[in-house]
Structure formats: structure tokens, C-alpha cells
């Protein structure tokens, strides 16, 4: 993780987000960083030494809601208990938390990641621990690693439909499940393949 640091543009923000609160325990042990709560703001604040110039902040996914940074690193998303995605969750809540109810497994924790991983403005990391990525992870970069790259009319975050909005700059392509569970997916349209 350290190594993509020293990769960002100065003065970057950047949110490190975990499932639970203890995954910055593991960002505690890297070498040349180190982490201090603010008491004032209520932040966790993590620094890198060889990058002071860096924003990064420690948030779980719940936490992050709202929030954006330039670039999101999610952190501990191993493919084990009390990794992220978590496979300790409690399925009846999903019905409430999902509109349309579909019957995802792990569909709270499907939808935290998209949280996650829509905290970013630029760029999304995740961030494996020893090699070890979630299934979840994996299935998400297989299922749409490709589709993001083509022009189509599915979100390729959450599978909601993607729209025609008029934005303050114009108009956009934004995720149908914006209000649902806050996807922020958006995509420019294109005049052109030229314009790509
Ligand atoms: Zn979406």
C-alpha cells in the first residue's frame, strides 16, 4: 500500500476504509506510517512519512458515507471472517436496506462495498493482505472489470440502470440506484469514439 502512496499526485486526499474499526490495526504495523486519532475533528489521521504532503484519513465503510477522497484504498478485504467483505451479517436486515430486495448473499455487505468503493473521486485500490483477495472482490473485477471498459446501459458497480441526467455541466449517464443505496456511479457521454 505504502508503495502506491509515494505513486499519487501531491497534496492528494486519500480515505483508507475497513470493514470494522480494528483493520487500521494492520496499517499501524507498516513500516513509516503511523496513525493518530483527532480527538478535535474525530478522524482518524494516518501519516506517511516519506509523503507529509498526503490527506489520509481511516474510516470504516459505514463511516465513509457521504464522504469522498480523491483516492479510496480498501483495506483487510480478504476472503475470511472479519475480512471485507464480512461474512458475519444479518440477512433480514437486507430486505429493509435494499429497495429492490434482490437476493444477493451477503447483500449488506455487497452494498457497504459499493459505499466503498464509490468514496472515490479518482481512483479505488484494494488493498490485499499476502495475495489473499476476497471472493467477493474477485467476483465483482471478473464480473465487471470488462463492462466497465464498454459503453452499456447497465451500472457496472450495483447492476441498476444507467440514465440520462441534466447536471449543472450537462448532462451525464448517474446510477438509477443513487437514492436507493447511494451509488454514484456516473459516466460522460460521448459525442464520439474521438472523444475518448
Ligand atoms: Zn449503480
Redo the contacts with the bound molecule.
Keep these: 500500500m505504502a508503495n502506491k502512496f509515494d505513486e499519487l499526485p501531491k497534496h492528494a486526499s486519500v480515505f483508507l476504509l475497513g470493514r470494522y474499526a480494528f483493520d487500521i490495526d494492520k496499517v499501524k504495523e507498516t513500516v513509516g506510517i503511523s496513525v493518530r486519532y483527532d480527538n478535535k475533528n474525530d478522524v482518524t489521521r494516518v501519516y506517511y512519512e516519506s509523503r507529509p504532503d498526503l490527506n489520509i484519513l481511516f474510516y470504516t465503510a459505514h463511516r465513509s458515507k457521504g464522504l469522498q477522497a480523491d483516492y479510496v484504498f480498501i483495506i483487510n478485504n480478504k476472503g475470511k471472517k472479519m475480512g471485507f467483505p464480512s461474512k458475519v451479517q444479518n440477512p433480514p436486515l437486507v430486505d429493509m436496506l435494499l429497495e429492490n430486495a434482490e437476493q444477493y448473499p451477503y447483500a449488506e455487505e455487497r452494498r457497504l462495498f ?1 459505499v466503498a468503493l464509490t468514496r472515490a473521486k479518482r481512483k479505488v485500490y484494494l488493498v490485499t493482505v499476502e495475495g489473499n483477495i476476497s471472493s467477493f472482490a474477485r467476483d465483482m473485477i471478473n464480473k465487471y472489470g470488462e463492462e466497465m471498459k464498454k459503453e452499456e446501459w447497465s ?6 440502470q444507467l440514465k440520462r441526467i441534466k447536471g449543472r455541466y450537462g448532462p451525464f449517464y448517474g ?4 437514492r436507493s ?1 447511494g ?3 456516473t459516466r460522460k457521454i460521448r459525442k464520439s469514439n474521438a472523444d475518448t
Design positions: 459499493y451500472c457496472p458497480l450495483c447492476g441498476g446510477c438509477s440506484n443513487y443505496i451509488c454514484r456511479y
